[in-house]
Antibody, heavy 118, light 110 residues
């Protein structure tokens, strides 16, 4: 059974930093592209960032480019999202998702809540 | 503001059919496959359709997808109360090199 378990969400002040983690199991993590997708309160889905299976290439939404960094440790079956210079508009539930193909997410985690507020 | 345009809501009686449109541009829908997701509020999204029209195992054939040019459509036949949810289209934008979603469509079963 495929499982994706996010963690690291918290309340953080504007300008602060946070690192999210997503531990994967039930599939060959090292051969799967992965992404982060977020959903603000009462809002729709927003693709945040993606990374190919080797970690050699990464992609970002314009809204987070230069502030967020996606990475992975295939030896630990873990995906990360380092978030710096956080803003109120970054407040959202952050989902880790397995890419079947480009922007085709066949499995999702349960999400972790990030709240940016003073 | 979402890159892909979806109607905010659609509704129909049980047993009827609804269609949800997703409009984009040459660089997103026009150049890439489209996927569709169902999200019941408070839960994670679920993949319904991928590669424009394919269904993952376990998704009933009441759900169908199609694409023409820069638009895609999700169809739901034999509408059931359990189909009440938000539905999102998604694809890749070849110019932005980024994923894009529609704003979502709320389906109501009358």
């Amino acid at each position: 059974e495929v499982q994706l378990m996010e963690s690291g969400g918290d309340l953080v002040q504007p300008g602060g930093s946070l690192r999210l983690s997503c531990v994967a199991s039930g599939f060959t993590f090292g051969t799967s592209a992965m992404s982060w997708v977020r959903q603000g309160p009462g809002k729709g889905l927003e693709w945040v960032s993606g990374i190919i299976s080797s970690g050699a290439r990464t992609y970002y939404a314009d809204s987070v480019k230069g502030r967020f960094s996606i990475s992975r440790d295939n030896s630990k079956n873990t995906l990360y999202l380092q978030m710096n210079s956080l803003r109120a508009e970054d407040t959202a539930v952050y989902y880790c998702a397995k890419d079947r193909t480009t922007v085709t997410f066949d499995f999702w985690g349960q999400g972790t809540l990030v709240t940016v507020s003073s | 503001q979402s890159v892909l345009t979806q109607p905010p809501s659609v509704s129909a009686a049980p047993g009827q059919k609804v269609t949800i449109s997703c409009s984009g541009s040459n660089s997103d829908i026009g150049d890439n496959y489209v996927s569709w997701y169902q999200q019941v509020p408070g839960t994670a999204p679920k993949l319904l359709i991928y590669d424009n029209s394919k269904r993952p195992s376990g998704i009933p054939d009441r759900f169908s997808g199609s694409k023409s040019g820069t638009s895609a459509t999700l169809g739901i036949t034999g509408l059931q109360p359990g189909d009440e949810a938000d539905y999102y289209c998604g694809t890749w934008d070849s110019i932005l090199s980024a994923g894009v979603f529609g704003a979502g469509t709320k389906v109501t079963v009358l």
